[in-house]
């Protein structure tokens, strides 16, 4: 991991920052680290849209909730941009943690979420684990997720989407409980590495799983 | 005994026979609701002056729905503190007022009580065949009754009867909100009572008695009608546009209004006190966090789940400590159950690992709580220097007896991990019977 980082030094990771809050973004810029670049800012999806297309960053810190477009927030910015970028990775960002708000935009291919109390430290990690293709799950999200995905471990192949492994579980919970991957690392004597594959998969299945009280949450208010 | 401040406002009343106006009076009055109305009808008698007070009451008095509506939105009405009294009141000795169709006094009561009128509707339709009965008895005796004229004027009035009575405001009320069919109903009353009234009114122009002429007549005024609504049906329709959007505006400005009192009462007061608390940042974060967390139920309360379960109780015992020490308490639940006496057993013993620590890990706490058929669980988490359990003093009852201890008589166990790099507090409930306990999470296995 250290290793990781550092060589994350040499190269700025390019960010783009999309809230409609001004004040929200000066701070969130001033508390990002020197790992991170900072190259655009949007305030609206239409704002968005354009300025990842032109400076393309490696991530972007998008909020949940936008002005503009056709009224789906940051939702409407993944699903306009993740096509002719498919470079980019989506971190989201949010002051709700409702879960219909965080469910979607994950399901919309936002590679982590994280709520807008986080310290600058953690954000930054945040950013560069995303811009490694990891997955960032806050304690609220692994919540969810095992909420959603139920707490008994997958015993049948067939549904593998639909449930979580023993191991995914573990590291759910632990996140849940406030660990940091590198806590869930040494607590599971797996490796980082490990802990990163295991949350990857389980951002997969959230995406993908059709399983009922996903679609529910999906339909019913009406994101399908 | 009974004074003006004591009277019921006056309303019509909903045991009505007609629109409500006599037995409204005879509460207002205090009056027994049969003197009322024998009164009206020997009124009437006298150049009619009954009837028109009747009608004049029907069109100024509200009904009770309508009064109590406009009531509560003006709730304390200085000026008329009789309009804004409460339908029950206590009388001076003490006694509770009877209602408001009772006597006044019990030992009349049995004399004067009436009983609320069930058969309305029956009765006029009687009083109306007698009357019906006694002309044709005076025309069989020879007595001239000029039925020309009565008959007319008794469907008019009839028909004006059953087309007013449907403008009645809870009537109108009930044909806006009601299902399809009584709406339907409500239509087709309106037009019997239309019709009635066209033919009185015809009937009663043409004056002959004729068919064929009437025929005529009935032909020409219908076309009159047809052309007349013709004309007038963009402007109505126009008309009730505006009113339904001007509807819509109102019913949006009273959420607006609501949003702006919560706002108002919260989140305004909170940033005026922040302000006033600018230089302690303690202060400033506890106000702010507090503030937060209110908004956040007010915003997200998930209205499908229930109150007072688990996960319920032990997010406000995390506020709670969230309050007392300022420090941030994030809780996240998976899966609830209902509360018995070991799971307050369990919310105590979280709460003071709670208290513990927010006072010594000095920074956020984690709590995570999840409940499923095997028991529930609590882990709180600090990120605090730590601390040795074993060397814990005899005489700190904190986590001996208020955590440990209490979990051990509940049947449940408690683990402290504590390193350099924070405490965390495990607790585990089990379930006692399988059988019995019921579960909340909703997953099927």
Known sequence: ?224 | MTTAMQRPPLVRSSDRMIAGVCSGLADHLGWPVKYVRLGMVLASFAGGAGLAFYAWLWVMVPTADESARRNSRRPASPIAPSVSMPPEVTTPDGGERPLPLSAPAPAFASWFRTRPIQYGKEILLGAGLLLVAAILIARQIGVDVPLGTLIPAAAILGGAAIAWMQLDETRRAGLVDKTKADQAGGWVRLAAGLALVVAGVLVMVSGSGSWEQTWLALLASIAVLGGVALVLLPWGLKFWKDLESERAARVRETERAEIAAHLHDSVLQTLALIQRRAGSEQDVVRLARAQERELRTWLYRDAAKDSGLLAERISAAAAEVEDAHGHAVDVVSVGDTEMTDRHEALVLAAREAMHNAARHGGGAVSVYLESSDTGSEVFVRDRGPGFDPDTVPEDRLGVRESIVGRMKRHGGTAVINSSSEGTEVRLRLPVENVDKAENRNGEAR
Request: glycine share 8%; aromatic share 4%; hydrophobic share 45%.
């Open chain 1, 1 to 224: 991991m250290m290793n990781a980082l550092s060589e994350q030094v040499a190269r700025k990771v390019r960010v783009v920052i999309v809230d409609d809050h001004a004040i929200f973004r000066s701070g969130l810029k001033a508390d990002l680290d020197s790992r991170i670049d900072v190259v655009g800012e949007a305030g609206t999806v239409e704002q968005a849209i354009a300025v990842i297309a032109e400076v393309h960053p490696e991530v972007v810190l998008l909020d949940v909730h936008l002005p503009g477009g056709r009224g789906g927030g940051g939702r409407e910015v993944i699903s306009a941009s993740s096509a002719f970028r498919p470079g980019t990775s989506f971190l989201a960002l949010s002051v709700s943690d409702a879960a219909e708000d965080v469910v979607a935009v994950i399901r919309a291919g936002a590679r982590g979420y994280v709520t807008k109390t986080i310290s600058g430290p953690e954000i930054s990690d945040a950013v560069i684990r995303v811009a490694d293709g990891d997955a960032v799950f806050s304690p609220r999200l692994a919540g969810f997720v095992l909420d959603a995905f139920g707490t008994a471990p997958a015993e049948i192949a067939d549904d593998e989407l639909d449930r979580l492994s023993a191991r995914e579980l573990e590291v759910m919970r632990l996140i849940a409980r406030g660990y940091s991957y590198k806590e869930v690392a040494k607590e599971l004597f797996i490796s980082i590495k490990t802990v990163e594959t295991h949350v990857s998969a389980v951002l997969r299945k959230l995406q993908l799983s059709s399983r009922h009280e996903l679609t529910k949450w999906a339909a019913e208010r009406r994101l399908l």
